[in-house]
């Protein structure tokens, strides 16, 4: 699995001085989040839901 900070990035974000974070997933791009630790949280979160609810995104397909 891809370290954790290796899947947040910034996006543009429309308002000047604002700043947009995303993470990436198989599943996705989640956000737009305030911060890069928002961002981080976020997709932590989203891999333990995953985990919980037996979603593989693909993972344990044959």
């Known amino acids: ?3 954790i900070i ?6 543009e974000c429309n308002q000047p001085g604002q700043e ?10 989640g956000g737009p989040y ?3 630790d ?3 949280s976020a997709l932590l979160s ?4 995953c985990k919980e609810n ?3 995104g693909g993972r344990n397909d044959n």
Do not use: C, T, V
């Open 20 to 29: 947009e974070w995303f993470y990436r997933a198989r599943e996705g791009i």
């Open 46 to 49: 989203f891999i333990h839901f």
């Open 54 to 56: 037996g979603f593989s």
């Open 38 to 40: 928002d961002a981080a």
């Open 6 to 11: 290796d899947r947040i990035f910034q996006g």
């Open 1 to 3: 699995m891809p370290n």
């Open 34 to 36: 305030l911060s890069k």
